[in-house]
């Protein structure tokens, strides 16, 4: 496997607007990730990082890269406000559709779904008010 995993992701919904107003990104993870979701040390992080980031120290254990590392990283470091919109109690937030591949992710193992090269990654917020 290369050095780096590339995903690609879509954001609609509203979504958008909490990663600079831009629908389409993608980002290059490590196939080896800290079992404790730590950010800290990702080689994609080139943008400003919001306060809410998990710069904790990782407790050495690693795992395949999976959704639930893509969850951290995004917040950790595309998030641009308001990280409470995007994630709750360590997941996405109830109201917020994902697809992996154009299917559910409930099919696909939720959080535990190990991440592929080119794998294409779609949020897409039901939340609207009114």
Known sequence: MAGTI???LVFSGGLEL???NERNQSV???PLVPSDNSTHSSPSSSSSTPSSHNDTPSTGGTKAA???YLIYH?????LKERPEL???????RPGILVL???TDWELEGEGSYQLCNNDEIVFISTLHGG
Not at 74 to 78: E, Q, S, Y
Not at 86 to 92: A, H, K, R, V
């Open 6 to 8: 590339t995903i690609k």
């Open 18 to 20: 909490l990663f600079g």
């Open 28 to 30: 290059l993870i490590p």
């Open 66 to 68: 999976d959704l639930e």
């Open 74 to 78: 995004l917040r950790d470091h595309l």
């Open 86 to 92: 995007f994630m709750e109690n360590g997941t996405i």
């Open 100 to 102: 992996i591949n154009n």
